[in-house]
T-cell receptor, first 113, second 113 residues
């Protein structure tokens, strides 16, 4: 089974801090994704990566950056955390073949105080 | 662009009732279609998928048939259980970026004993 592991289930940070969310997958997948999930808004794509060191903006990239130095690891960075970034963050990975599903981690519930 | 519309929740049923959650889509090309389930406090899990017209995906008693003529992928289960209480997401991947998913807003299902 595919395993996508997010480093923290719960995280509390302060406004203005630089925050790192880490995600690791064990299936040698080419593609990795970061979403945020908010009540009433569903899942929104922040960034995705289709190869090492390659990234593309999703629907809501403002205030975030990403890093993919190794194929198995994809990091989401909040450059200067703000209270409106309080949310559930979900990481996912998938292979590069048509029709392959994305596999999700358990999520990180991030609170910015 | 791609879009997914699924029935608004919440949906409340009694145990052993029949479940239908409607999902319709707009997509370029020939999309692959997915249903994901999210149990409380967890990430998304793939429930079932279909990659071409008239395919039926099935898993854990749930079924959905890819209907190209009506651009639909409705989720059904003949007899729901309390343990099926969760949020259900319909999603598609299509077009040049066939590894990106477009999600519906999700439907909360509550099954009472």
């Amino acid at each position: 089974d595919v395993k996508v592991t997010q480093s923290s289930r719960y995280l509390v940070k302060r406004t203005g801090e630089k925050v790192f969310l880490e995600c690791v997958q064990d299936m040698d997948h080419e593609n990795m994704f970061w979403y945020r999930q908010d009540p009433g808004l569903g899942l929104r794509l922040i960034y995705f990566s289709y190869d090492v060191k390659m990234k593309e903006k999703g629907d809501i990239p403002e205030g975030y950056s990403v890093s993919r130095e190794k194929k198995e690891r994809f990091s989401l960075i909040l450059e200067s955390a703000s209270t409106n970034q309080t949310s559930m963050y979900l990481c996912a990975s998938s292979g590069g073949v048509r029709g392959q599903p994305q596999h999700f981690g358990d999520g990180t519930r991030l609170s910015i105080l | 662009g791609n879009s997914v519309t699924q029935m608004e929740g919440p949906v409340t049923l009694s145990e052993e009732a029949f479940l239908t959650i409607n999902c319709t889509y707009t997509a370029t090309g020939y999309p692959s279609l997915f249903w994901y389930v999210q149990y409380p406090g967890e990430g998304l899990q793939l429930l079932l998928k279909a990659t071409k017209a008239d395919d039926k995906g099935s898993n854990k008693g749930f079924e959905a048939t890819y209907r190209k003529e009506t651009t639909s992928f409705h989720l059904e289960k003949g007899s729901v259980q309390v343990s099926d209480s969760a949020v259900y997401f319909c999603a598609l991947s299509s077009g040049g970026s066939n590894y990106k998913l477009t999600f519906g807003k999700g439907t909360l299902l509550t099954v009472n004993p």
